[in-house]
């Protein structure tokens, strides 16, 4: 069975940044994981490539809104790339299967009566996309885009969302679409108890979209276009259908949560297909406590971080930083922190200190022992977080969605490794006891590979020069399978000290 995972698919017109980056590698996480649990993953990320505000950017740069966007989209797929994301598709707007996909989609909606063509008249904010009511307005003027909306008024055709108020809070109540974390389902909950309004779902003004079925004059609302990617994804890519297999989990930030919680639902409802299990909204980052804008320029560039971290540690440094779900805050210099004590000072530390000391003490190769592997304190053990231990805390987090736990669970494996090297002193059972040696580097080499698979999902490429190192056969495999780690590193086995895995930063 496919497990299906999505995040939006963002704004081309907009830099990728570490918010957007923040949704994808927590994704990926997922998406690796399972896999290595030998599931059948269909992860999806792309591009939103239609709307005013795009066709309005093109205009200016002297291009055509397609020639726009096809320079564009590749940003997005770069970034990722160098992020480690290894995303089943890269999902675009513009193509045109989707685009014909929707436009059914529409035509089915309104054949089933619920669309309706009204008057409607507001005040339409171009940067956001869509109007604003009175009490969104701080000074008369968008809060986020600091521009007074026009006042527009139009013919559009309206989705009857209002029809299914009482079935959306029966379902999201009792959890057949699984709104999480929990507070933000109650929120959710609350703002539909006070009644749901009909929304515009087509354009007149917007060129730049997907025709509306029956009547070429308007186009269809970007929003309505990019939820439905969701669907015509799983059409176009030829994976199982939604009708047999929706989203197992549509990752997001809380700011796009309504769309995907309550319009999503409520056109899925509409045409009798099955609901997504699960909508996940994470918080929201500030850039060292300021909130991240174009205008502030203290947008961090998930690239530039790449360069100087590495893809590695920026993933885990984002997820490590504060809990999946609430808001937080991240700077340059926190990944920095991150990076000198976590991972080169903890893990890198842990693997340069393990390898030479079998290098030192046993040529190279992993000590014979006479007693049971099994009962090694680092796999088994009441007194040392072990690496079994681990791996019941990583699950668990991971089926939560914590993902901040699971670096937790890793850097706590980590830190006991290193203080038992401490507690042992390998360098004193030198000269009086080798046989507790051979059993304190035997359990540390044991503990390595573990720590290996479990930090394969946040850290993968960290997790292969480790499995280079430790020669973990499996993890090298293209698509590695969790349930080879469950074995005992072989006594003999050759380790090769590997080159710093986390260098010294450049200033
Ligand atoms: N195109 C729509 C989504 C359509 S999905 C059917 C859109 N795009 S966006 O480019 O604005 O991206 C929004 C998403 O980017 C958020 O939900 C979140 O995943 C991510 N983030 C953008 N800014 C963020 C922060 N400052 N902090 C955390 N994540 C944020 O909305």
């Not at 809060?143 to 909306?149: A, L, S």
């Not at 749901?196 to 269809?220: A, C, H, K, M, Y």
């Not at 530390?349 to 003490?361: F, G, P």
């Not at 698509?479 to 010294?504: D, M």
Request: hydrophobic share 40%; glycine share 6%; proline share 5%.
């Amino acid at each position: 069975m496919k497990k299906y995972i999505t995040t939006p698919i963002y704004y081309v017109n907009d830099v990728p940044h570490i918010g957007h980056a923040y949704t994808t590698v927590a994704a990926d996480v997922l998406a690796r994981y399972y896999k290595s649990k030998g599931e059948d993953v269909f992860f999806l990320t792309g591009t939103d490539e239609h709307g005013a505000k795009i066709a309005e950017a093109a205009c200016r740069a002297g291009k055509s809104p397609q020639e726009y966007v096809d320079e564009l989209a590749p940003q997005f797929e770069k970034a990722w790339k160098a992020l480690g994301i290894e995303s089943s598709q890269f999902f675009r707007t513009t193509n045109p299967k989707h685009e014909e996909i929707v436009k059914s989609f529409v035509k089915n909606l309104a054949e089933k009566g619920f669309i309706e063509k009204r008057k409607y008249e507001g005040l339409y904010c171009v940067g956001c996309e869509k109007y604003l009511t009175e009490s969104d307005l701080v000074d008369g003027k968008c809060p986020d885009h600091k521009k007074e909306p026009v006042k527009q008024s139009e013919e559009n055709y309206f989705f009857l969302l209002s029809k299914f108020q009482d079935r959306l809070i029966e379902i999201i109540k009792n959890d057949q679409l699984l709104i999480s974390p929990k507070y933000r389902k109650n929120e959710i909950l609350g703002k539909l108890a006070q009644g749901l309004e009909d929304v515009s779902i087509s354009r007149e003004n917007v060129e730049w979209g997907i025709g509306f079925p029956g009547d070429e004059s308007q186009t269809i609302y970007v929003w309505v276009d990019a939820l439905i990617n969701y669907y015509s994804a799983t059409k176009i890519y030829e994976v199982e259908s939604w009708e047999n297999h929706p989203a197992d989990i549509h990752l997001m930030a809380k700011d796009i949560l309504w769309f995907h919680a309550v319009i999503w639902p409520a056109m899925l409802l509409a045409l009798d297909l099955p609901l997504p299990k699960q909508v996940f909204a994470h918080g929201f980052f500030t850039i060292a406590g300021v909130k991240m804008s174009k205008t502030i320029g203290n947008v961090l560039d998930p690239n530039k971080l790449v360069q100087k971290f590495g893809a590695d540690a920026v993933r885990y440094a984002l997820l490590r930083e504060f809990p999946f779900g609430e808001d937080g805050d991240i700077s340059e210099e926190k990944i920095e922190r991150r990076y000198s004590k976590e991972l080169a000072g903890g893990l890198g530390n842990l693997i340069s200190r393990v390898s030479a000391m079998v290098e030192k003490y046993f040529d190279g190769k992993v000590p014979e022992v006479t007693k049971d592997p099994e009962t090694h304190p680092l796999r088994l053990s009441n007194e040392i977080y072990n690496w079994k231990q681990t791996y019941s805390d990583f699950d668990k987090a991971i089926v939560d969605l914590k993902l901040y736990d699971c670096t937790i669970a890793i850097e706590k494996l980590v830190n006991s490794a290193n203080k038992y090297i401490e507690d042992k002193k390998p360098w004193v059972l030198a000269n009086v006891d080798k046989d507790e040696l051979a059993w304190a580097i035997y359990g540390l080499c044991d503990a390595i590979v573990q720590i290996a698979w479990l930090v394969n999902p946040i850290l993968p490429n960290i997790s292969v020069k480790i499995a280079e190192a430790f020669k973990v056969e499996g993890l090298l495999k293209e698509n590695p399978n969790i349930e080879e780690s469950y074995s005992n590193i072989k006594a003999g086995t050759i380790i090769v000290k590997p080159n710093q895995l986390f260098p010294r930063l450049e200033d």
